[in-house]
């Protein structure tokens, strides 16, 4: 696909992997939707980039078919490019040493990282499905989600995080066989030790012990460089319905 002078939606824009994309794509010639559930920071990152700033819940079907409504009305046609960012990380364990149940965080993260995902990506099929062909392939649009190599490599405590991007993983291949005939490609990212809001608290002992831990390059990913897989993606028409991890060689201990 040629990203120039196409119109792209991304989640979680606002801020981490999401920002970054957002960032290189507008920087690639695309008119970009920044999508966030802080209007602040959809707004912040839109207006650096002459993008479209929106705020939307995306587990909330309503707000997300609204916010497709506003790009297509805004921009004079609906994304070609949609990139799913949008996440919560969360650490809770199934029997901790209190006797707490954890269900409810539990399901809020399926919600937030598994159904908002689904949700998106079924609202943007259904717009895409109704484009013109790019090329003589058929091609109308890319989605591409985001996973974590946790879906592999869960540590203790993030039953319910593994879980949700499992989901994630596993929706890749069945969406694209489906949506193959609407000339729509699939993927998905699985990234690993990144610099997001969610290392931001780390302690530097804590981020020391992490970094040593990483084989090559031997620290935490950036997120330009998850950004860089996105175009690739974007840009390879053979890319269709696999999940491509990107974490340097690490594979997560269990704790």
């Given at each position: ?12 824009g606002?801020s981490?992997?999401g ?5 290189r794509?507008?920087a690639?010639g ?10 602040e920071?959809?707004a912040l990152?839109s207006?650096?980039?002459g993008g ?7 587990t909330d079907?309503?707000d997300?078919?609204?916010a497709?409504?506003?790009?297509i ?36 993260t399926?919600?937030?990282n598994l ?8 609202v943007?099929?259904r ?14 649009g890319?989605i591409?989600?985001?996973?974590s ?6 540590q203790?405590?993030?039953a319910?995080?593994a879980?949700?991007?499992g ?9 694209a066989?489906?949506?193959a ?5 699939v993927?998905?990212?699985a ?7 969610m ?8 981020r ?13 990913g950036r997120p330009?460089?998850?950004a ?10 053979l890319l269709?319905g ?14």
């Open positions: 696909m040629n990203i120039n002078g196409s119109i792209a939606l991304v989640t979680g606002g981490g992997l920002e970054a994309t957002a960032r794509l507008a690639a695309a008119r970009v939707a920044v999508l966030d559930r802080s209007e920071a959809a990152v207006g650096g980039i479209l700033g929106l705020t939307a819940d995306v079907a309503g997300v078919e609204a497709f409504r506003r790009t009305a805004e921009m004079g046609e609906a994304p070609r490019v949609v990139v799913n960012c949008a996440g919560i990380g969360t650490a809770a364990r199934i029997l901790p040493r209190d006797g707490a149940l954890s269900i409810e965080a539990f399901e809020r399926i919600r937030v159904i908002g995902t689904y949700t998106v990506l079924s943007a099929a717009a895409m499905a109704a484009l013109e062909p790019l090329d003589e392939d058929g091609a109308r890319v591409v989600n985001t996973a190599i946790a879906y592999q490599d869960g203790i405590g993030q319910a995080y879980a949700s991007k989901g994630v993983a596993s929706l890749t291949l069945p969406a066989r489906e949506l005939r609407f000339g729509i490609r993927m998905t990212i990234p690993g030790l990144f610099e997001t809001a290392s931001a608290g780390l302690s530097p002992e804590v020391a012990t992490l970094e040593a831990g990483l084989p090559f390059p031997s620290r935490m330009e460089e998850f860089m897989l996105v175009q690739q993606i974007l840009e390879n028409p269709n696999e999940v491509i991890r990107i974490d340097g060689a690490v594979r997560l201990s269990p704790k």
